[in-house]
């Protein structure tokens, strides 16, 4: 995966309250959540969630979908997967 897009997934789960979230997103799998249900949890200012949330959209950590009029907010398995491989990639490399 490209560098680039990695340093920007690492960018934004950097901001401890993005990364609170990104966590509780986590913990709903592959269903997601109501950001309703996280604004509730986490007790975030409805303005100050949507901003968090739409900078990991952009990131590509996690995905939006309706349903009626709830949004569901669900983290992308495969790019954070991407994100731990890069890291763990060449793990111990130097030892061999």
Not at 30 to 46: D, F, K, R, T
Not at 50 to 74: D, F, K, M, P
């Amino acid at each position: 995966m490209d560098i680039d897009v990695i340093a920007k997934a690492l960018k934004e789960l950097g901001h401890p309250t993005r990364l609170a979230i990104f966590k509780r997103l986590v913990k709903s799998g592959e269903q997601g959540i109501a950001v309703g249900e996280v604004q509730e949890e986490l007790q975030i200012p409805g303005s100050t969630l949507s901003h968090h949330i739409s900078s990991l959209a952009s990131a590509g950590l996690i995905t939006q979908r309706r349903e009626g009029r709830v949004l569901y907010c669900v983290v992308e398995y495969d790019k954070l997967l991407s994100v731990i491989a890069f890291l763990q990639d060449e793990c111990c490399i130097d030892e061999q």
